[in-house]
């Protein structure tokens, strides 16, 4: 991880918008776990939520391009979390991408909240590898 990456990610935790996100997602995959068949997303918003704590630097690719094989049902279960849930939630990071991008200074966290927008439509299947490389 280069310099501007974890300068990023530690603006990112002060500002306090890592915060937010790893505490909102952590919570939802507390939530989705109390549940039997809500384990699979509960275990996605935890990715994301490790995920949203470092976003610079960092990305979320699905298991295969990694060389992981694909669970079974995986592209069913985005759907079903697209229409219940993802749509919002992308909605939701992208109007605080938008928020953030209305001051020079926060345009990279308006990015990183268009990438967590664009992993909450499906999250189901991803991991965080760091962006320059295998990881």
Same mark, same amino acid.
């Given at each position: ?30 939530l ?8 699979p *997303?509960?275990?996605?918003? *935890? ?13 979320? !690719?699905? !298991?295969e ?10 592209? *069913? ?9 993802g ?46 490389? !295998?990881?």
């Open positions: 991880m280069g310099f501007w990456s974890i300068l990023g990610n530690v603006i990112w935790l002060v500002w306090g918008s890592g915060v937010a996100c790893f505490l909102f997602w952590g919570l939802a995959g507390i989705l776990c109390a549940t039997v068949i809500g384990i *997303f509960g275990i996605a918003a *935890f990715r994301i939520a490790m995920f949203s704590l470092l976003p610079f630097g960092n990305t979320l !690719a699905d !298991a391009e990694l060389g992981q094989e694909r669970i079974t049902g995986t592209g *069913f279960a985005n759907l079903l979390w697209f229409l219940l849930a749509l919002w939630l992308a909605i939701l990071h992208v109007i605080w991408g938008v928020f953030h991008c209305l001051t020079i200074i926060g345009i990279p966290f308006g990015l990183a909240h268009f990438k967590l927008a664009r992993v909450s439509l499906a999250p189901l299947g991803k991991r965080s590898v760091l962006a320059g490389g !295998a990881g």
